[in-house]
């Protein structure tokens, strides 16, 4: 069974190991949901959590940056724009304009969508979103 069906991935993820790389970082750690909304849809994100505590405290503020961080992202993704903000025909090698076009009804064939490079998923189905943290999340009750 597969946890990832990929619809376009480049060579260098399959030869070097990205791809289980970012799954076995995801798999480390308690996997949190986070949604967000962009043009009137929902989006899941899926992301892994370490719980950071100091003298019992749980930093909040360290969880809400990195969300932040996720959200930026993607917005940015959708947005078609780089981290600089400046306007870009394809935000990277990566087919994420798949992101923009399932988000403005015209493409419904792609469902989620994996940063390999930053340890994140995220997902405009509630359902795949929540069986992608079980698969993935499967060591918390191992």
């Known amino acids: 069974m597969s946890i990832v069906d990929v619809d376009y991935m480049g060579s260098a993820e399959y030869e070097w190991g990205a791809l289980p790389e970012c799954l076995g970082k995801m798999w480390d750690y ?8 962009i043009n009137n849809k929902k989006v899941y994100i899926i992301y892994p959590w370490k719980t950071i505590k100091w003298k019992g405290t749980e930093f909040e503020e360290i969880t809400k940056y990195y969300i932040d961080c996720y959200t930026n992202d993607i917005n940015n993704i959708y947005n078609m724009v780089n981290p600089r903000g400046e306007e870009q025909t394809e935000i990277c090698k990566s087919d994420y304009g798949s992101f923009r076009d399932v988000i403005n009804g015209k493409n419904d064939k792609n469902i989620g969508w994996l940063s390999i490079s930053n340890n994140y998923a995220w997902f405009i189905d509630k359902n795949i979103a929540n069986q992608f943290t079980k698969l993935v999340n499967c060591n918390d009750s191992w």
């Open 30 to 37: 308690s996997l949190k949901t986070h949604s967000i909304t």
